[in-house]
């Protein structure tokens, strides 16, 4: 469905009316300025909601006519209301266990070696159990014998490394034990482990061995701390008027999040792309999400994710051409060809949509070759492949991923100019300046009829939706890739529904549609660029629910 038929569909539910026998009307918008989630309508001012669902999108003078009398009349006062917007790609779950240490130089490069080994050794001096702390890429350049290095000055205590992008973690002898990793321990499939010369473990635990890593840590943490995480994170992303997170459980079992999400009964909408995690072969993943316990009502198991490989800042995003900084190599793939025929096999059997974590442009030109020869174009259309960030899909790939229907979800904050351990910006360094401009697209996916969504990959601050829609659409780097705001705003809603196959419950503001609704402080569409991060919402209504109200200039 292209763009000019939404606007149509959407044009026309604006004058349509559910007949209901629910009860009166709960919320009703007026003197709104109304962005559907597929463009602005300047004749529809108000909104009903009853229920659970948008009853009536029109006038204001219709919208007063047949509301309730018990119903909630609030005036929005000509700022923007929006579809609640939707996080594509977040990754939440409790703290790193035990002492959290301050590493300086971060987020870029990070600190060197010899700082990470010092602030390691200062919080060895007090204290019991784990240390943690985050690193930067210029910890992990070089082969290092970080198991020793860090055994050397911990002083007998479980020590965690964790690189701030997910694509590196360093342990020592303590933490390995703790974790019942061998001296010897087989790599798993799709991740790896460093070797000293003699075969024994060197402390690197890298791609799904970190995921399992990650796992058995989130396992052994208290339900209560995720419990809160999840209500800290449902409660932030309120504020913002998101009212949908996708999360890419790469630390929990299916059971696990579960049961969290049960606890946590969060205020929000949760759709969770379980990780997949095989012992043998690729194809053992699906006995995991075969029969799923049942999730809380808010929340829903979207689908499986994989990661096919890694990313530039460590140099492991599987690309065509050599790295511009390191001309012998050019990354790699985390899984066999066979191993990856299994994977798209598992996905075109089972019920479950595929989410495949894909970066460098030779894994992308991969996957689509290996999709083409598996199943024609129609059959993967139907199954709507998520390619998550998809940075390496270039314009000679475009055609490709149009045929094969797979949807972009893509994280803006990816573009930053951040300098690397060198001192030069970081993509630039990797990939050349003319390879990097060509990396990362936008506006492009759109043009070729690609669908877009946008999400954070981040949290804390980083995740705010409205930050994130200021780079996408600033884009200094490469400005012809840019999005037009309302691009952007599309992209965090009907792109986000979309992205997993909801378009027809939520991600506009149509009749029928279920009200999930964000009013904002202000128009992100005509604020200075600068300005958008600063928009928090005044209103933010879930399944006809109000769950965030900021008290500013509401009129009732």
Known sequence: MNSKTLVLLASAWCALVIPTTASADNVVIINAKIFTGSGVHPQARAVVVTGDRISFVGSTTAARARSQPNARIIDAGGRLLTPGLIEAHTHLGPESPGQQVSMPALMWPGPS????????????ASGTGWISGTIGPATLSGERDWRSELDAVAGGRPVRLRAWWGHGTLLNSAALRQLGISDRAPDPIGGWYGRRADGTLNGLVREQAEVLVAMQLTKRAPLSAGVTAFREAAAQYAKWGVTTIHQMAHNYRVGEITATLHAAQPSLRWSVYGWASPERQPRDAWAEFASPPLMPAS??????????????????AFQRTPYADRPGQRGRSNYSDAELRQILEGGLRGSQQLALHVVGDAEVQRLFTAMEKIAPAARWRAKRVRIEHGDGITADLLPAAKRLGVVVVQNPLHILPDKDETGRPWLENRLGEERARRFLLFRSLLRAGVPLSLGSDAGGEAANPFLNMMFAVRYDRNPVEALTREQALAAYTAGGAFAEGQEHQKGRIAVGAKADLALLSQDVLTVPLDRL???????????GVVVHEGAAGLQR
């Open 113 to 124: 070696a010899a700082q990470a080994i010092q602030a390691v050794r200062a919080a060895a």
């Open 299 to 316: 929340a829903r198991l979207a689908g499986i994710k994989w990661i096919l490989d890694s990313t530039p800042i460590e140099r492991d």
């Open 533 to 543: 991060p600063a928009t928090v919402s005044l209103l933010t209504v879930v399944d």
